[in-house]
């Protein structure tokens, strides 16, 4: 059977996100049984669907993964070759960050290739100064790398305006700081909210939302406190609480239990975990913990730029 060409056009999408997004197909019958591959597929096509409003460039990656849907799902029936197309959320080719002086360049990081697929827990380890921060940054949109290529999610980062980078902050990535960067004029309440604010949650599934995390944070009676009213543990909780609130597809996390006592921490580290494992969010921690980078599935060490990959072990530090 010869694969017909598919025209982009808004009907076409429809068509891809009703007859493919929630179900697996098979001959010609609708098997009502939830397929994570299609979920995958359908929330990529989402996205590249939003950036093509800003960036032309985006239709042409639409048309091609269209075409590919059409051959593996459609004529093939082989929906899990989707996964294979997808899966991959970051990665970086090349990547150099260094800062220029009058007569030298001092690299942050070194040659730096990294990958990331989609619900991947990693950790990221290594000395003080080591550049863990600055790879988190360029990974969140935050900085830019010197030289090389990131692809988030199949687009080019290190193309994009800085409105598609808003846009990608807004609906796809979570931080949590190391230093909170809690806003100082509004409440605990108003900060948790805010990024449902810029996302267009409308008011009464806002204050349902917030309420949930308030009440899992055990910081209700917090609330209505401005940021320099509360412990820098407390403050740790609000910025993570106002990271995860959104259900980001991409969680950074830059030291997100530094400034939480040993139980906090690990209550916070379980909750990642559940996010991670039962929601499917992809998770990059940068930790000195040994005992926190466990939870992770894949521990990254990176030293004098250079990483070094590994996996997490269940008795403990890195598996070469």
């Not at 269209?66 to 959320?89: D, F, G, N, P, S």
């Not at 320099?228 to 959104?246: K, N």
């Not at 499917?280 to 040994?290: A, D, R």
Request: contains cysteine.
């Amino acid at each position: 059977m010869s694969e017909k060409p598919i025209v982009f056009t808004p009907k076409t999408y429809r068509f891809c996100i009703e007859n493919l997004s929630f179900f697996y197909h098979t001959g010609n019958q609708r098997l009502k049984i939830p397929c994570p591959n299609c979920k995958i597929i359908r929330r990529n096509l989402s996205y590249f669907f939003t950036l093509q409003k800003t960036k032309m460039h985006s239709i042409y990656m639409y048309y091609n993964l269209l075409q590919k849907w059409h051959k593996y799902c459609y004529l093939e029936r082989e929906c899990v070759k989707i996964k294979e197309i997808m899966e991959t959320m970051i990665e970086l080719k090349k990547v150099d960050k260094y800062y220029k002086s009058r007569f030298q360049r001092t690299f942050i990081l070194k040659n730096v290739d990294f990958t990331v697929n989609e619900g991947e827990f990693v950790s990221i380890m290594g000395p003080s100064g080591a550049g863990k921060s600055t790879l988190l940054n360029i990974i969140g949109m935050l900085d830019e790398p010197s030289e090389g290529e990131y692809f988030f999610m199949g687009n080019p980062a290190h193309k994009m305006s800085e409105k598609d980078k808003n846009l990608c902050h807004r609906n796809y990535i979570g931080f949590i700081f190391q230093a909170y960067h809690l806003l100082e004029d509004m409440t605990v309440y108003e900060n948790i909210e805010m990024p449902l604010v810029y996302k267009g949650v409308k008011g009464k599934e806002r204050k349902a939302i917030v309420a949930d995390i308030l009440d899992r944070f055990n910081i209700v009676a917090k609330q209505d406190l401005f940021p320099e009213q509360l412990s820098g543990g407390q403050q740790q909780l609000v910025g993570i609480a106002r990271a995860i609130v959104a259900k980001p597809r991409l969680l950074l996390a830059d030291e997100p239990t530094g400034n939480l006592h040993s139980e906090q921490g690990r209550q916070i580290m379980e909750l990642l975990k559940k996010l991670n494992q039962e929601e499917g969010m992809t998770i990059i921690q940068v930790t000195h913990s040994e005992q926190n980078a466990q939870y992770g599935t894949r521990i990254v060490n990176i030293m004098d730029g250079y990483l070094k990959e590994g996996i997490a072990t269940v008795e403990g530090g890195l598996k070469l």
